[in-house]
């Protein structure tokens, strides 16, 4: 099931500098569907946070599909994963690293988004959900044709085997967070699951929807179900548009469309996957993917690097029109990719140190010399959404911090702060003065070139990523931090070492591009909740331990109008931000792809929510038969 902005990793959209690991995919896709705000309003074929759904009963398909568009061919294209191989067809685990694509192409989910809306869920797996008037309970019904690829029906049992075996020991924490106010699951008939809330949360009905179904048989030797973490090859059994087809194990993946895809004429599914085959190739050196790029070795490809897009995506079949460059708009959130600084490290617990780091940034020269001009920075968690944060605190985000007052900085008390800048009236000397007035502050002085401590021990720190072209973007901070007497070493990892060591929160600083929402919910607690600070392998990387941020993001979950919201959303990203936790990289507000256009066509309309090349995957169709020469001037 693919939602709005659902595709990328942890590192989702933000690109080359983001890493990821396979169990973050699952975090920030689960967030997508962590969606609500105000009274529920829901009707059988749809559940909407507020307001009605765009689509009334009774449509045929989505407005940014082509109802017509055509079956067969063949999608070409790399993986943006930061993976060099995968390991294991179940993506779920926590080990080991699972094709590109899989739990898109191969699970459905009991209620599916659109992507021209943001927080409304349709049917696909189940054809009518309902809520119970006291919030504490989502009933659905499945659709009697619902099969699964081995044929056997989609039951109740079925869901409700999912349900458990994903808050059991082998998965990610971060299910266990997202659906912590989920009391369990009843299943009432073959064709019938209730789920069962703690408490009336809004966001719950699409959470549980959104989960990826998949079978009780998948797993299963002699009759008995294996340990979850032992099933590791066993093909998956779901019942989503395609198959796992050839496959040169660890390296290169075909996924082929089954035809007799139970789902195929659905309203939610017309119009969309249309590919007989897509053919996921992986490439180890990013050089060698951009040549074969322009070799014509396959047919899509996402490009993160300013840089790159710039100046290195030209070449022969460009120049006759086979090859073309698009940038597509879209209104997605803005996301939060960022430095982040693990706070579990001594050196980096001073929120002063914290800032001081972050003045020494000069994004301006680098999105001039690095980046073409190309992005915008980030300014908070929530841009390009309602709860962007603007000003001073209202009266109700000043009653919501003000019980905890001794656990939020004094700065966010006063006007929404924003990243340091270099242009205009500031300078980089300027920053660098303030920093170094605020790492004396802190008990740091200068002494033999270096910024030492009390104890005299000097400030090294370590940036960590896995890959080795990171260095280019972060050598401009490094030089500055010389200048503080910090050093910062970049440290290149392999991926699998990567994945462990972030699962550990082995690090002193990484990337992370957090995916944005427009629905803001529980997913923050595995972000930002002092609980999953102290559990391995949960999402939150810079190990934020504060007692205002648990409550805001419990006031967040608990709300039940926007206008409880949105004061709720404010007050946390004006604590976040000002505890410096996150020093903001930048964003863009266009999905940069190159693509074949003699073997793809593509849509009339742009959803304003496209997740990306998952969009593609989704909507576009291969050309019968593909083009061969230019077009006739």
């Known amino acids: 099931m693919r939602w709005p902005g659902q595709g990328l990793p942890h590192a989702l959209w933000g690109g080359s500098l983001a890493s990821v690991v396979q169990n973050s995919r699952m975090r920030i896709w689960l967030i997508f569907l962590s969606c609500w705000l105000a009274l529920p309003a829901w009707a059988a074929h749809a559940y909407a946070l507020w307001g009605e759904p765009l689509y009334a009963p009774g449509f045929t398909h989505f407005a940014y599909v082509n109802p017509d568009a055509p079956k067969g061919g063949e999608l070409r294209l790399v993986s943006n994963q930061r993976t060099s191989t995968f390991d294991k067809y179940n993506p779920f685990t926590m080990r080991g ?32 959900v309902s809520v119970a008037p006291d919030g504490l309970s989502a009933t659905f019904r499945l659709r009697p044709e619902a099969r699964f690829h081995n044929g056997d029906p989609v039951l109740a049992q079925d869901v409700a085997w999912t349900y458990e075996t994903l808050l059991g020991p082998f998965t990610s924490p971060s299910y266990k967070t997202l659906l912590i106010d989920v009391a369990g699951v009843d299943v009432m008939n073959d064709r019938t699951v209730r789920f069962r809330f703690k408490k009336p949360n809004r966001e719950l009905p699409l959470t549980v929807g959104g989960l990826p179904i998949f079978s009780r048989a998948w797993g299963r030797e002699n009759g008995k179900p294996k340990p979850f973490d032992q099933i590791v090859t066993d093909i998956p059994i779901g019942s989503g548009p395609y198959k796992i087809g050839p496959v ?6 075909t996924y082929v469309r089954d035809p007799n895809y139970w789902a195929r004429d659905l309203n939610v599914r017309r119009g969309q996957n249309n590919f007989d085959r897509i053919e996921v190739k ?50 997605l959130p803005t996301g939060f990719q960022s430095y982040v600084l693990n706070t579990r490290r001594p050196y980096l617990q001073d929120e002063r140190v914290r800032e001081a780091l972050g003045l020494a940034i000069d994004y301006e020269w680098m999105n001039r010399q690095l980046f073409y001009g190309a992005y915008q920075r980030v300014q908070g968690l929530f841009g390009n959404t309602a709860c962007e944060t603007h000003g001073s605190p209202s009266p109700e985000e000043l009653a919501l911090m003000e019980p905890w007052r001794k656990s939020i900085p004094a700065a966010a008390f006063g006007p929404m702060q924003q990243p340091p800048r270099t242009d205009g009236d500031h300078s980089l000397r300027d ?7 605020l790492l004396n502050e802190a008990g740091w002085a200068v002494k033999d070139g270096l910024l030492r401590n009390a104890q005299g021990e000097p400030m090294a720190l370590e940036y960590m990523d896995s890959n080795e072209g990171g260095v280019r ?32 929160f082995d690090f002193d600083i990484t990337s992370i591009a957090y995916q944005g929402t427009n629905n803001p919910g529980q997913e923050f607690a595995d972000l930002f909740g002092s609980k999953a600070a102290d559990t391995e392998d949960s999402g939150n990387f810079a190990g934020v331990k504060n007692p ?32 410096h936790y996150l020093i903001p990289q930048w964003s863009a507000g266009t999905h940069r792809m190159a693509y074949n256009a003699w073997r793809l066509a593509k849509p009339d309309v742009v959803p304003p929510y496209s997740p990306g090349e998952t969009w593609v995957i989704d909507t576009w169709w291969a050309r019968t038969p593909p083009q061969t020469e230019p077009t006739p001037r």
């Open 548 to 579: 205002a941020v648990d409550a805001m993001i419990s006031a967040m979950t608990s709300a039940k109008t926007q206008q409880q919201l949105l004061p709720v959303c404010h007050a946390l990203e004006r604590i976040i931000v000002a505890s």
């Open 473 to 504: 973007t972060v050598s401009p901070w490094m030089r500055n931090l010389e200048k503080l007497g910090i050093t910062l070493k970049f440290r290149s990892v392999d991926f699998a070492l990567y994945q462990e060591r972030l699962q550990k």
């Open 282 to 331: 992986i490439y180890k050196d990013a050089t060698a993917r951009l040549e074969a790029l322009k070799a014509g070795e396959f047919d899509l490809m996402r490009f993160f690097s300013a840089g790159d897009w710039a100046r290195r995506v030209k070449g022969k079949k460009f120049d006759t029109g086979e090859l073309v460059k698009g940038e597509f708009a879209h209104k």
């Open 97 to 128: 690293a699972a094709p590109a694509y899989l739990i898109e192409l191969m699970f459905d989910s009991l209620l599916t988004g659109s992507l021209d809306e943001t927080a409304t869920g349709y049917g696909l797996l189940a054809e009518d």
């Open 431 to 437: 920053n660098l003065r303030h920093a170094k007035a």
């Open 248 to 253: 040169r194990f660890g390296k290169d993946i």
